[in-house]
């Protein structure tokens, strides 16, 4: 069968089971809209948290980052799995046993105060609209590039979709499609893998392949490191970013995913303080089994990459290259008119530009797979990019609904009228996001730098210092989010709009780049808290004993 | 009573803090500091500081993270404060 027949019936067969799986668990109350109930079970949580976290970046772009970053690629790594440890360890069961719907809720409620319940709503809606938009984007991709529609219809196609499960089960609806859609997103990323590690090294499985020997007998990662030398890049074992910088931007991102608010309130959707605990654990193994797989899928596309196209005539190149040449993925440009196609990391003589999705997308094709296969990551694209997008339009309609209407403005709303307007706003928000789906702003890849490191500098100190420092007032948690958030927002957008001619390390503050520079945001934010607080009056006897019930689980005797 | 939920919060405090040293070693410690030295030791085609970096820290996450919730387990039962 043909690609486009078998990709055809692969998504369709994805979507119908979305769909039915939206009507079977339709919310009913507020509770479930917001939190499926409080009745998840932890492993299907931790399904459902490893799909809402990987994004279509994760699923389509990060395996070619690595592949062109080398050991520099390890930061995406070990930060959007090292944020698990924070999240399950210091935050995860405090806010289940704290027990309300939002992380506004419990910023609100900790400092006992609207303006602190202000800004984090503010913070929650604009990191969750920078980062869903990327999501709308990438649905239309998937789309534009497998089934030759437009990248606008495939954005509304994925409009419709999303609009269908999260508008309507809230997050009951969304909780049991992420199940679905992890499913489906793992076993599309794997099987391809398999196939290459089997193909280039004989072992089935890619963690181990990635350390084995290619035919001739070299290890693939030396074989990588003489490739890199051969072509004039930096060694793929060691990169060349400046270590304080690698230190840092592991750091914003460990700590933005932990304070990212669609992950957190995934957390608020089990039944009890350790099974947030154990799903938390979870879903870092369903995590890892796609990022443990990556840099492996990163090595053996970059060595097979290599091999079939550098130093080969144009003519003779095989027939992937030329389908994806058409939509721009792969350029090449012969510059000294020789026919042969030379890659090099001298831009002087490099004659092939490489789009590093390419890795992932045409990876069956290079890898001479059956044409189902190319179907299923097609499928598995899209359950990526839907699964994140309705988690996080979910985060901008409680934000509204509860946090804005319910909790400040019309506290004696009745729960029906809040369960309307929670879908309204679901509703509202995705046509938004469409919007930035079909017109991005220019600048999407910084926003993902820039989501990261508000999160980490507004969010993350704020509920630490709340859980761990029963002193802490609200003076001094506004007072840290606000100079966290200003300093990292002024530093990213200084580098990235105003001068990016100065965006390098010679300009750098400490050599720490835009990406890098949420840590220390989150340091300024609990230094500035930390010092205010010895300043003001301490908060109120109910909030210190708030504080000491949510450190416990179970009832206080 | 009180007294009891102070020492649980002091247990708890420990094992935080054992656990997140562990993170900060395989991660940080491990992958990023000591990198270059670590991969002048060599694990099949591996070497040592990129495995870490790259595979390692992620399986040791996953340990620590389920360590922690063996440990704590244990200390609610220890507390009597475990849910039902």
Excluded at chain 1, 527 to 534: G, K, P, Q, T
Aim: charged share 15%.
């Amino acid at each position: 069968m043909e690609i486009q027949t078998w990709t055809f019936i692969i998504v369709g067969a994805t979507f119908a089971l979305y769909i039915g799986i939206a009507i079977w668990s339709r919310a009913g109350t507020t509770k479930d809209f917001y939190v499926a109930g409080g009745n998840v079970p932890p492993l299907f949580n931790g399904m459902a948290t490893a799909a809402d976290w990987m994004s279509a970046g994760s699923f389509i772009s990060m395996a070619g980052m690595i592949a062109f970053l080398g050991y520099d690629g390890s930061v995406y790594l070990m930060g959007w799995t090292g944020g698990y440890v924070l999240l399950a360890l210091l935050l995860a069961p405090y806010l289940r046993k704290f027990g309300k719907f939002t992380v506004p809720d419990f910023v609100g409620d900790r400092y006992y105060s609207s303006g602190a319940r202000m800004v984090a709503v503010f913070c929650a809606v604009f990191i969750s609209f920078t980062y869903v938009a990327g999501q709308m984007r990438g649905t239309g991709i998937v789309f534009s590039r497998f089934l030759n529609v437009e990248i606008e219809i495939g954005v509304v196609i994925g409009m419709i979709i999303v609009f269908f499960y999260a508008v309507m089960g809230g997050m009951k609806g969304i909780t049991y499609t992420q199940v679905a859609q992890y499913c489906v997103l793992i076993f599309a990323y794997l099987v391809p893998v398999i196939f290459i590690s089997i193909m280039m090294t004989g072992n089935a499985l890619p963690q181990l392949g990635f350390g084995g020997t290619l035919e001739d007998g070299t290890y693939l990662l030396d074989r990588l490191d003489g490739l890199s030398e051969e072509l004039g890049l930096a060694m793929y074992t060691s990169g060349n970013k400046p270590m304080i910088d690698v230190f840092f931007i592991t750091a914003a991102l460990m700590i933005g995913t932990a304070g990212l608010p669609h992950v957190i309130v995934r957390f608020f959707t089990v039944p009890r303080v350790r099974d947030a605990r154990t799903s938390a654990g979870y879903a870092l193994i369903f995590i890892v089994l796609l990022y443990s797989t990556a840099p492996a899928l990163a090595a053996f596309a970059k060595v097979n990459l290599v091999d079939t196209i550098h130093n080969t005539q144009y003519s003779e190149v095989p027939d992937w290259f030329t389908n994806w040449e058409q939509t721009g993925l792969v350029e090449f440009n012969d510059l000294n008119n020789d026919g042969i196609i030379n890659y090099s990391g001298d831009p002087a003589t490099n004659e092939l530009r490489i789009d590093p999705d390419i890795i992932v997308l045409a990876n069956p094709e290079i890898a001479g797979l059956p044409n189902w296969v190319i179907g299923l990551v097609a499928a598995g694209g899209l359950a990526a990019a839907l699964s994140t997008a309705a988690g996080l339009l979910l985060v901008i309609s409680t934000s509204v609904a509860h946090d804005l209407f319910k909790r400040t403005l019309k506290p004696d709303l009745s729960d029906k009228n809040e369960l309307w307007i929670a879908r309204i706003a679901a509703g509202f928000a995705v046509i938004v996001a469409g919007y930035f789906g079909i017109n991005p702003p220019g600048f999407v890849a910084q926003t993902i730098a820039f989501a990261f490191g508000l999160a980490a500098a507004s969010f993350f100190p704020a509920i630490i210092l709340g859980i761990f420092y029963k002193k802490m007032n609200k003076e001094g948690a506004i007072a840290g989010m606000i100079v966290g958030v200003f300093f990292t927002a002024s530093y990213i957008i200084y580098f990235t709009f105003i001068r990016p001619e100065l965006n390098n390390p010679d300009h750098w503050l400490f050599g720490i780049s835009p990406e890098g520079i949420g840590t220390l945001g989150m340091l300024l934010n609990m230094a500035v808290a930390l010092v205010v607080v010895r300043f003001t009056k301490s908060p109120p006897q109910h909030i210190q004993e708030l504080v000491e019930n949510i450190r416990v689980p179970g009832k206080r005797s | 009573m009180d007294e009891k939920y102070k020492q649980y919060w002091k247990r708890n405090l420990t094992i935080l803090v054992s656990l997140l040293i562990g993170w900060f070693v395989f991660s940080y410690g491990l992958g990023i500091l000591f990198a270059e030295p670590l991969n002048s030791i060599r694990f099949g085609g591996f070497k040592m500081g990129f495995w870490f970096a790259q595979q390692g820290s992620q399986y040791a996450f996953i340990i620590i993270i389920f360590l922690y919730v063996y440990l704590m387990n244990r200390l609610d039962r220890e507390f009597d404060v475990r849910e039902e």
